[in-house]
């Protein structure tokens, strides 16, 4: 197999793989810039996310999948946690955490305005894939700390033991993959 194929919510995606070490791989995920897919699954994983107050996510990929939620729940507005600290932000609050498909450990900030408006309320944390659940529950650590109520996690794809969680709701699960001895790859 020389990249995967998914099909999610009847859209399907050739995904390539992505090395994590010399046995095991990924297939890429990328729905930050995918319309026709972030339009398809909207409505699925809004319906089981269902009641809750605000959409939060980190930046980057879930800009777009919180976009589609927030606005099928009738949400005004959503979260995103960013990555770096911008000039515009006053009374931020930090995490650090490592992720799967990053190199080096990441900061989430969330501005004070943010935090105003999640502080008492009940929130969906919101991403793309869900792996190792490190960034979940880094951003769970944060929204908490700013004293929202984490009353749902979300995602599309749950990836490999992921998809044992009771902990979060998704649309399907992905595999993760062994390297073969010629180069391939196979579904574990």
């Known amino acids: 197999m020389k990249e995967y194929c ?10 390539p793989f992505v090395d994590i ?17 972030v339009k398809a699954v909207g409505p699925l994983l809004a319906e089981k ?17 919180a976009y589609e939620i927030s606005r099928q729940l009738g ?11 911008k000039s515009y932000m006053k009374d931020t609050m930090e995490i650090s955490v490592k992720s799967i498909t990053t190199a080096s450990r990441q ?3 969330l501005d004070g305005s943010d935090i105003a408006r999640i502080r008492g309320r ?34 599309i794809l749950a990836e ?4 044992q969680r009771k902990d979060i709701v998704f649309l399907q699960k992905l595999p993760l993959f062994t390297k073969t001895a010629d180069g391939d790859y196979e579904e574990i």
């Open 49 to 65: 996310i269902g009641e809750c107050d605000t959409i939060v996510t980190a930046e980057a990929k879930g800009i777009a999948l």
């Open 21 to 37: 070490n010399d046995e095991l791989a990924f297939a890429s995920f990328v729905v930050i810039s995918d319309t026709e897919l």
């Open 107 to 109: 900061h989430l900030y």
């Open 160 to 163: 490999g033991q992921a998809a």
């Open 75 to 85: 949400h005004k507005n959503f979260v995103v946690a960013r990555k770096s600290e």
């Open 122 to 155: 009940n929130v969906c944390l919101l991403d793309d894939v869900v792996s190792t659940g490190d960034s979940l529950a880094a951003l769970e650590k944060l929204v908490t700390q700013a004293g929202a109520r984490v009353v749902r996690k979300a995602c």
């Open 6 to 15: 998914l099909e999610v919510a009847g859209i399907k995606r050739h995904l």
